[in-house]
């Protein structure tokens, strides 16, 4: 199938190519963002700017509900709304650049690697995943503040409340649990270094389980978009209709049970495997505060209280461990430590006391500090 075919499957309609001098411009702003934002991460600037210069970049048209930017692996391009005014194109090309500078092909130009993203024979793993983390970095590139948001029922705080916003909190999630360092550079060198280390901590299953998660997401937001279209070109109310509205309601409550379902399994899996690690006191408190500061980066709803569950039950077996510790350890760091962390034990008591005063609200407040 041609470039142009396949454009045309995906509803794109070129209408012009950017010239060499606009191209040059974004790539070199880019280039400079990219290493200015990422300092550590082995990025040559001039390198880059090269590499990026070379993309061709179009206007064109697009179908409702497609992003405005989109990056085509086949002929190297990135395809803009027409809609997008020549200032915004910059920022709109960020997510779509470090696509182009993710991707591993073969020597027919098969696409078999994109960052987080593996490309087989028959399915794509991690596409959900991929995009969320390209998507986190480039509103860390822009500089996008945060700010709540709500989706689906769900409701949670966000750098990315247009884009991906429900994959990039679960995401986030991840970033905060075993470093936003190690997320990024796997994404943008293609390796699996982040998941290694993340399915190290957890298990395989459990990583395979959270990337499907993220991939589901992500498919039944686009069918909801399909759906949508299809409603808008409809020319009547008709039980076809109906049947596409119904299918819509059916599909938001399921991305809202399995953004729930993984955030759970996320907490469940690393703070459990994390407990088992505990060997001194200080590795309590810094347990405590990393599960205490997740609250940051949930997502909530009416009726969720797992997290709040889940807290409480944890600090009744740190407490148990702490105790543990303190009267039967032949740890020999632990003595220095006891009389500085004697206060411990009271104070499990006046968390729970805290979080069971206030067991209806599921998201503690954020301004919080112990």
Same mark, same amino acid.
């Given at each position: 199938?041609?470039?142009?075919?396949?454009?045309?499957?995906?509803g794109?309609?070129?209408?012009?190519?950017?010239?060499?001098?606009?191209i040059?411009s974004?790539?070199?702003?880019?280039a400079?963002k990219?290493?200015e934002?990422?300092?550590?991460?082995g990025?040559?600037?001039?390198e880059?700017?090269?590499?990026l210069s070379r993309?061709?970049?179009?206007?064109a048209?697009?179908?409702d509900?497609?992003?405005?930017?989109?990056?085509f692996y086949?002929?190297?391009?990135?395809?803009?709304n027409?809609h997008?005014p020549d200032?915004?194109?910059e920022?709109?090309?960020?997510?779509e650049?470090i696509h182009y500078?993710q991707?591993?092909?073969?020597?027919?130009?098969?696409?078999?690697?994109?960052?987080?993203?593996?490309?087989?024979?028959f399915?794509? %793993?991690g596409?959900?995943?991929n995009?969320a983390?390209v998507q986190l970095?480039?509103?860390k &590139?822009?500089?996008i503040p945060k700010?709540?948001?709500?989706?689906f029922?769900?409701?949670?705080?966000?750098?990315?409340?247009?884009? %991906?916003p429900?994959?990039?909190?679960?995401?986030?999630?991840?970033?905060?649990?075993?470093?936003?360092?190690?997320? /990024?550079?796997s994404?943008?060198?293609s390796?699996?270094?982040?998941k290694?280390?993340f399915a190290d901590?957890?298990?395989k299953?459990?990583?395979?389980? &959270?990337?499907?998660? &993220?991939d589901?997401i992500?498919f039944a937001e686009e069918?909801?978009?399909k759906?949508?279209?299809k409603?808008i070109?409809?020319?009547?109310?008709?039980?076809k209709?109906d049947?596409?509205v119904?299918?819509?309601?059916?599909l938001?409550?399921e991305?809202?049970?399995?953004f729930l379902r993984?955030?759970?399994?996320i907490?469940s899996s690393y703070?459990d495997s994390? /407990?088992d690690?505990i060997?001194?006191?200080?590795?309590i408190e810094s347990y405590?505060?990393k599960?205490?500061?997740?609250?940051n980066?949930?997502?909530y709803?009416?009726?969720?209280?797992?997290?709040?569950?889940?807290y409480i039950q944890?600090?009744?077996l740190l407490?148990e461990? %702490?105790?543990a510790l303190?009267n039967?350890?032949?740890?020999p760091s632990?003595?220095l430590?006891?009389?500085k962390e004697?206060? &411990?034990s009271s104070?499990?008591?006046?968390?729970?006391?805290?979080?069971l005063?206030?067991?209806s609200?599921n998201?503690?407040?954020?301004?919080d500090e112990f």
């Open positions: 199938m041609s470039i142009k075919s396949d454009l045309k499957k995906d794109i309609e070129v209408i012009e190519k950017l010239d060499t001098l606009k040059n974004i790539a070199k702003n880019i400079s990219l290493c934002t990422f300092p550590n991460y990025l040559n600037e001039n880059l700017f090269i590499k993309l061709d970049m179009y206007k048209k697009m179908p509900g497609m992003a405005e930017a989109n990056y086949k002929n190297s391009s990135i395809y803009f027409e997008i200032d915004d194109m920022e709109f090309a960020v997510h650049c500078l991707e591993v092909k073969d020597k027919k130009n098969y696409l078999l690697k994109m960052g987080l993203c593996d490309y087989t024979e399915k794509i %793993y596409l959900g995943l995009e983390s970095m480039s509103s &590139i822009i500089g700010e709540y948001v709500k989706y029922g769900i409701t949670f705080e966000t750098t990315s409340p247009s884009y %991906y429900l994959e990039c909190c679960l995401v986030n999630q991840l970033a905060y649990l075993v470093g936003e360092d190690i997320l /990024f550079k994404t943008l060198n390796n699996d270094d982040f290694f280390l901590i957890t298990s299953k459990t990583f395979m389980t &959270i990337q499907n998660a &993220i589901d992500l069918d909801i978009i759906l949508n279209n409603i070109n409809s020319d009547s109310q008709t039980k209709v049947d596409m119904k299918k819509i309601d059916e938001k409550n991305i809202k049970l399995t993984t955030q759970n399994l907490i703070f994390m /407990f690690k060997s001194n006191l200080e590795e405590r505060k599960l205490y500061s997740f609250k980066y949930l997502g709803c009416d009726g969720y209280t797992f997290f709040n569950d889940y944890k600090m009744d407490e461990k %702490y105790n303190e039967g350890t032949d740890i632990l003595n430590i006891i009389k004697s206060k &411990i104070f499990f008591k006046y968390l729970k006391r805290l979080i005063g206030n067991k609200n998201v503690y407040n954020k301004n």
